[in-house]
């Protein structure tokens, strides 16, 4: 089974910059599709970026495209969230995805919850002045 944990969320002004961390168990994030959401409150959960298994299509939303990147480093067992010149608008819990499934993030422009079966708790990221 395949557990993941965020971590390196916080209060951040504007303009500043995060990196997000999110620490795979169980089995190896090679072998996943791996994705990033943000919700907040009263709004519905909104894909920012997904890797397919292949690392051949990365997506990411028209709301983060230039500022956000998602990495993995399989040696750490770990995927990243690189977000830069960040925005008030940003704010949100923001959570960790995984999927074994080939079809998963394979289609340009697409992040789709449903296609991720593993998810982390979240972690909560602020920005503000």
């Known amino acids: 089974q395949l557990q993941l944990v965020e971590s390196g969320g916080g209060l951040v002004q504007p303009g500043g910059s995060l990196r997000l961390s999110c620490a795979a168990s169980g089995r190896h994030l090679v072998y996943h599709a791996i994705g990033w959401f943000r919700q907040t409150p009263g709004k519905e959960p909104e894909g920012v970026a997904c890797?397919?298994?292949?690392?051949?299509?990365?997506n990411y939303a028209d709301s983060v495209k230039g500022r956000f990147t998602i990495s993995r480093d399989n040696a750490k067992n770990t995927m990243f969230l690189q977000m830069n010149s960040l925005k008030p608008e940003d704010t949100a819990v923001y959570l960790c995805a995984a999927d074994p499934t080939y079809s998963t993030c394979s289609v340009e422009g697409a992040i789709r919850m449903y296609e991720f079966g593993y998810w982390g708790r979240g972690t909560q990221v602020t920005v503000s002045s």
């Open positions: 890797i397919s298994e292949s690392d051949q299509v990365t």
